[in-house]
């Protein structure tokens, strides 16, 4: 047989050709649901597939017959080593949602530090469920609002496509934070979007630096009323400030430890800090010495 | 007068200050009508008053200030007004009063300060000081110090481009300029501010977080670091740059527009909406995110090692230097692993060498590339399979060693680079070797060594090219001349070169040496020029001195130098001297022996009077010829000190003969002359030496000794000039103070005892007290402390060879004489009572007397302390008048006691202060914030009971912040336990020396760790001194005295009691 599309003259065995190295299912796993997303996702794949359907697919599932199954935007892609010489290509389509949505979901969820540390440790907390629906979002998306295509070019919902979706419930069990991926957003920039949400929340704005925290401990500042003795002065600690000697770092060093700026466009950006990281330093040196100076026009009769 | 404060409000910087005028007619205010607080602060200064002292004092230019505003401040208050600041009440000589004070909010108007200016302006204050109309707050040390932190961030280029999305208005990104707080340095820096911020800096009323320490701190550095980078770029037209670009087209354009421009808005093409904002603050996070990967708790580091050329493997180009790599594991100690064991493994492997390292290929490809972005060179590493190192030309490894290695180590990596960088033996330079002819004549000799002693000893010099302390031949010299690299290898180490190096090889090799003096070499040796020298143009690495200069210069090489000559106590010295007294006497008469001025700087209680007599007695028992006989030592010392030594001259040294320069009746002329050469010690003070100049300073003197020499730091100008126009063969100064790090008292001091050796003071604080104290230039500090160290001799009481000589516990008299004025209020009641005791008996005579001699003894501590009605009339012309004068110069004891607290305190120690006044302790506690400028809590009888614990703890647990506690002698004597005190003062006294230890015995108790030094206070001349005799000598009368207090007094005749209480001559403050 030569490579190239299926042919309609392909000899079609009676059971799916055997994969190398394919994905497999392992005992009972995809049929039970062990996180809740895990489960909202099982309901839905058991609403979209009859249940004949279904059991093939499982049967697939856990023969290793899937290649590749990925979550992204768009929903899930896979291809599934059918009968056919060549693999189906077969997608779950999920919509994505929409920057504001997320900026909405994200900005709620800052509001509760039991999301980030949920999250940190790749758990989707059930309390978001609720959360949710009062933002009347979906995570893992009603059945109604799915779209299973497969070039096997079944009537009805497939056998490749349960196969795929039982995957992703193996995956929902293991790392709940996948479900964030069906809807577009990778598991990592979750985290960080939360942190620009919570940073947003605490400083009252996001920002692209990281907020200075103050020293260790975080001792709670005596309360002004207790501090009436010594009012006006300060503590000890400037004296200590004072015999800390200046640092002198190599010139550029932050600049040099970014490395080559990220962004798009064709402007030098990297070449102009440099000229503003020594403008900056020269006027700060300036005025700093600017007493000597003063002195010294002092000096002159 | 008004006192500057400054608080942070609105996002900028706000100036406002109270009136000492309106302070004074406020209060007048209160008492004439009943008054609730305001809601205006009633003696704080309208903005446009402020704005004009400031720039008519040139203390800020008109162009610096912003807008007037109000702040709304939460301030300490009364019941009816706010509370005047520290400075503010002391400025008004207020006295504490234990009125209830409690934080109340008040408005004030305020002055801002433009955010571009501000750190300009803060500087200048700086530079300015305050002035006459105008002083500083406390809180201003503060925000200079928060000022030139953010100043040195900038020109140290710790600062970053950043973009914020404001909250409620996503898409507007603006960008700002961020000071970087995250390496250590900064983390420290921004800690101890944070730490030492004064109350008063929160003041501002504010809600939850933005009144948080941390939250104003931050907000301040923050937009004063953009505000300040902002203003440097927009002045450079920085946005010209950018200038016909298309933000829309090139988000980098788009972010510069918001760091250069004044508006900071970034603006991005509409089209892109909240997600091309969104996309821009996640790509400069991830951008930033990279100067986070120094994660340094990580179990893994990717480290450099920098080889010499004959240490790199073979297989480079010759001469090449090789940069190799390896992994650093962390542990105890960390471990290293070579990359051939890492490849060598297996792509999967877990283990290396016996560390777990998962799969350890993938770890160091992936800590190469990040290595590779700071420092591109590793790059080229990476078209290898397994890399293990890269080599580099020597251009590139001076280059690694000055830049690049410390981008790495600041980035996470590990950097291994040779010993040698960065050593002082690595360095190229000159030294200047010298030696002197001869060894000059004999000791105590009228003019030993011919005349020119001490620096004025003339000394062969030569200059040495070296490297390091190693000296350069002809050889190594041709071979850095062919040399054009920028590390040259010479007698097997690596030399960084030097620019200057051609033309001092000429010089050394044209004009090698000479003559000078000691002190034009020790300045050559500094780096200075000295006219007839030609200068090298080499740093000059180090002094190499032989022959007696190299013993003199060498003493202060070590910290615990072996002191030359030890000596033995003089026969004639009554008492026993410690062993490091005898160091000290040693020490003293071997820089003499040289010609060189020495000064004493001992800690307080250490014994200074003592080993300077010491030195006169052993001076007088050495063998000389009658022509060499010592002559007289000239004693300056202040005035209250005068009867001081007069006494300690006598008990210790009676041996010698002491004349007393000082009063009405001194002697001019011929006549002081004649006393002068009939005495081993004439004693005066500072003013005397200027005011007699001609007596005084037209005679040649054996030795001139200053006594608190400090003095002559910032005397008026005449009394300076005259100390520093005597003629005298010797100079000894005494102090207590931690001379070494006052530098204009170190100059003054070093130019008395060896006048020129730091060169002229202009000279000083330019070349070494501005870099010093401003820029805490380590290596000038250093050669500074060496340059001083022969001639300074400091001990203090901790230190090991000295604790082992102190006893637990020591006791000292310290004598105080009266002011003019205390001398007449005291007579006066003196007369008063014996001119009518005797018209009355019994009952009535006792307490007649019990009253007076209670007026005594508020006399002897301070006029202040009689109440108005007890002022006899007679006297109240001249009475406690002088308001203006400092409450502590209207009273001997007072003025001697701040004297001894400024010493203590300079030496970090801490003290108890006990009298049994009340009103008395309120006098202390006042003139303490006055002249010290701290605050002292005093502990009396009405003092509730949560507030005495309070005060105690403090005091305990202080660490030095609060360590001077005024105590009443009933309540504080007894059952406390305040061992975090070494002074124990009794200001006035008790005369039972059982409750006085008792008292005495708060800081001397289990739980002490210092020597615990006792001042018992005594007026010269008065029964206070008789009393005190008494006591000491152990009369009969003695018990009596002990027993019944002052009872016995009043049993006394009319004529005894005289005999008691009359003032004697003695008592007077001389030369007033």
């Known amino acids: 047989m030569t490579g190239g599309a299926r042919g309609s003259f392909e000899h079609r065995p009676a059971s799916p050709r055997r994969v190398r190295n394919g994905i497999k299912l392992r005992g009972g796993d995809g049929l039970t649901a062990r996180t809740w997303v895990a489960q909202r996702w099982l309901a839905v794949l058991e609403e979209v597939i009859g249940s004949e359907q279904r059991l093939s697919g499982l049967d697939y599932a856990r023969s290793g017959q899937t290649i590749t199954c990925e979550l992204g935007a768009g929903g899930v892609v896979g291809s599934v080593q059918g009968r056919a010489a060549q693999p189906y290509k077969t997608r779950w389509r999920i919509p994505a949602l929409a920057e504001e949505q997320w900026q909405r979901l994200f900005d709620a969820m800052a509001a509760e530090a039991v999301y980030s540390a949920r999250l940190l440790a790749r758990e989707v907390p059930e309390a978001l469920e609720s959360l949710l629906e009062s933002l009347r979002l979906r995570l893992v998306p009603a059945a109604s609002d799915v779209v299973v295509e497969c070039d096997c070019r079944s009537a009805v919902p497939c056998k490749h496509a349960a196969a795929l979706a039982y995957l992703v419930v193996h995956r929902l069990n293991t790392d709940p934070l996948a479900a964030f991926e069906l809807r577009g957003m990778p598991a990592d920039r979750v985290l960080e979007s939360l942190a620009t949400a919570r940073a947003r929340r605490t400083t009252g704005a996001a920002a692209a630096h990281t907020e200075p925290v103050p020293p260790q401990p975080i001792e709670p500042a005596r309360p002004l009323a207790e501090c009436l003795d010594s009012f006006w002065r300060p503590g000890p600690e400037l004296a200590e400030l004072q015999r800390m000697p200046p640092a002198h770092h190599a010139p550029h060093a932050l600049l040099r430890r970014m490395g080559p700026s990220p962004l798009r466009g064709g402007f030098p950006l990297v070449g102009l800090l440099a000229s503003v990281y020594d403008t900056v330093a020269e006027r700060a040196v300036r005025l700093r010495d600017h007493a000597e100076r003063l002195d010294e026009r002092d000096d002159t009769p | 007068m008004l006192v500057l404060h400054v608080n942070w409000a609105e996002g900028g910087l706000r100036l406002w200050a109270e009136s000492l005028s309106d302070f004074h007619h406020a209060q007048r205010a209160v008492t004439r009508t009943v008054a609730t607080l305001p809601e205006v602060h009633p003696f704080a200064v309208d903005a446009d008053v402020l704005g004009a002292a400031l720039v008519g004092a040139d203390l800020l230019d008109a162009g610096q200030l912003g807008g007037p505003s109000t702040l709304r401040l939460r301030l300490p208050a009364g019941s009816v007004a706010p509370r005047p600041s520290d400075r503010l009440s002391s400025a008004a000589g207020e006295i504490d009063s234990d009125g209830v004070v409690e934080l109340r909010t008040v408005e004030v108007p305020a002055l801002a300060l433009a955010n571009a200016h501000a750190l300009a302006a803060v500087l200048r204050l700086e530079d300015r000081g305050p002035t006459d109309a105008i002083a500083f707050g406390h809180s201003l040390p503060w925000w200079i110090a928060m000022a030139r932190f953010v100043l040195e961030l900038l020109a140290d280029q710790r600062f970053i481009p950043t973009v914020i999305q404001p909250s409620g208005d996503h898409g507007a990104l603006r960008a700002a300029w961020m000071p970087w707080l995250q390496d250590e340095s900064a983390r420290n820096r921004m800690a101890a501010l944070l730490a030492s911020m004064p109350p008063v800096v929160r003041a501002v009323e504010a809600q939850g977080p933005l009144a948080e320490p941390w939250r104003i701190l931050s907000d301040a550095v923050q937009t004063l670091s953009d505000a300040t980078a902002r203003h440097a770029l927009i002045e450079a037209d920085f946005i010209d740059a950018i200038e016909g670009r298309d933000p829309a087209d090139d988000p980098s354009v788009a972010w510069l527009t918001g760091l250069l421009d004044r508006r900071r808005v970034v603006p991005l093409a509409p089209r892109g909406g909240d997600g091309a904002g969104l996309d821009m603050l996640r790509q ?60 060598a493994a297996s792509p999967a492997a877990q283990v290396v060498d016996g560390h777990h390292i998962d799969r350890p290929q993938e770890l160091v490809l992936a800590e190469l ?114 040399s054009t690299a920028p590390l040259i290898r010479i007698a097997d180490r690596w030399v960084e070169k030097a620019g200057a190096l051609a033309r001092a090889a000429e010089v050394v090799e044209h004009d090698p040496g000479g003559e000078v003096t000691l002190r034009d070499a020790i300045r050559m040796a500094q780096g200075a020029q ?107 010392v202040p005035t209250s000190l005068i009867r001081n030594w007069a006494r300690e001259l006598a008990r210790f040294g009676p041996s010698l003969r002491h004349h007393e320069h000082h009063g009405p009746q001194r002697l001019v002329g011929e006549a002081f002359d004649r006393a002068a050469d009939a005495h081993d010690v ?137 002011t003019p004025v205390q001398a007449a209020l005291y007579q006066a009641i003196v007369d008063d009572l014996l001119c009518g005791v005797d018209d009355v008996s019994g009952i009535q005579r006792r307490g007649r007397v019990l009253a007076a001699l209670t007026r005594l003894k508020q006399i002897c501590n301070h006029p202040a302390q009689l109440p108005d009605t007890a002022v006899p009339r007679s006297v109240e012309a001249a009475g406690p008048g002088d308001d203006r004068k400092p409450l502590s110069s209207r009273s001997g004891k007072c003025a001697r006691l701040m004297k001894m607290l400024e010493e203590l305190l300079a030496a970090g120690d801490s003290a108890l202060i006990f009298t049994q006044y009340r009103r008395m302790g309120h006098l202390l506690a006042a003139m303490i914030r006055q002249d010290l400028d701290i605050e002292a809590p005093f502990m009396h009888g009405g003092t509730s009971q949560p507030r005495r614990q309070e005060m105690i703890d403090r005091f305990q647990e202080s660490d030095g912040t609060m360590p001077i506690f005024v105590l009443s002698l009933k309540t504080g004597g007894i059952g406390l336990n305040l061992t975090a005190a070494n002074h124990v003062f009794h200001f006035d006294r008790w005369w039972n020396p059982a409750v006085e230890n008792q008292a005495t015995d708060r800081a001397y108790r289990i739980g002490q760790t210092r020597t615990v030094h006792v001042h018992k206070f005594v007026c010269v001349g008065t029964l206070e001194e008789r009393i005190d005799q008494m006591i000491e000598q152990k009369t009969a009368l003695a018990d009596n005295v002990i027993s019944s207090g002052e009872q016995w007094l009043t049993e006394l005749t009319t004529e005894k009691l005289g005999e008691m209480l009359r003032l004697r001559a003695e008592a007077m403050e001389v030369d007033a």
């Open chain 2, 284 to 343: 400069v996070r991830s951008w930033l995110l990279r100067l986070e990967d120094a994660d340094l708790a990580r179990p893994f580091r990717l480290g450099f090692r920098l080889l010499e050329p004959d240490e790199a493997p073979p297989g480079g180009p010759p001469e090449s230097w090789w940069l190799s790599f390896h992994l650093l594991v962390e542990g105890e100690p960390p471990a290293t692993v070579e990359l051939d064991r890492v490849w």
């Open chain 2, 530 to 636: 000295v006219r007839g020298v030609t200068d090298t143009g080499l740093p000059v690495l180090g002094l190499d001195a032989q022959g007696w200069v190299g013993r003199v210069l060498g003493l202060g090489a070590s910290m615990e130098p072996q002191r030359p000559d030890t000596v033995d106590q003089p026969a004639s010295f009554h008492g026993q001297l410690r062993p490091y007294q005898k160091t000290g006497l040693g020490w003293l008469a071997f820089l003499e022996r040289f010609g060189f001025g020495a000064c004493l700087a001992d800690d307080m209680g250490l014994g200074k009077t003592i080993q300077l007599i010491a030195l006169l007695l052993h001076e007088r028992e050495q063998p000389h010829a009658d022509a060499a006989a010592p002559g007289t030592t000239l004693l300056v």
């Open chain 2, 682 to 818: 004439v004693i005066t003070t500072y003013a005397l030496v200027a005011r007699d100049r001609e007596t005084i300073g037209a005679r040649r003197w054996w030795r001139v000794v200053l006594d608190e020499a400090q003095f002559i730091k910032n005397p008026p100008t005449q009394q300076a000039s005259a100390i520093r126009l005597l003629d005298a063969q010797r100079r000894v100064a005494l102090t207590g103070t931690p001379v070494e790090n006052r530098l204009t008292e170190l100059w003054s001091i070093m130019d008395f005892c060896n006048p020129g050796h730091l060169g002229p003071a202009e000279d000083f604080r330019r070349r070494c007290a501005v870099p010093i104290e401003r820029h805490r230039d380590q290596e000038k500090a250093e050669s500074l402390r060496r340059l001083v160290h022969p001639f300074i001799l400091r001990r203090l009481k901790t230190d090991p060879t000295v604790i082992a000589d102190l006893p637990a516990c020591t006791e000292t008299r310290e004598y105080a004489t009266l």
């Open chain 2, 369 to 482: 590339g990040r290595a590779g972005r700071v420092y591109a060179k590793i790059e080229s590493a990476l078209n290898e399979a397994h890399p293990l190192g890269i080599h580099l030309t020597t251009e590139e490894a001076a280059q690694f060693l000055r830049e690049d290695r410390e981008v790495l180590e600041e980035s996470g990596f590990d950097v291994v680079v040779p010993q040698w960088w960065g050593k002082q033996s690595s360095r190229l330079g000159v030294r200047l070797q010298v030696h002197a002819p001869a060894e000059p004549g004999e000791p105590y000799g009228s003019e030993p060594g011919g005349g020119r002693m001490g620096l004025d000893s003339l000394v062969h010099f030569r200059w040495q090219l070296a490297v390091g302390d190693q000296p350069l031949t002809a050889e190594d010299l041709r071979q850095i001349a062919e």
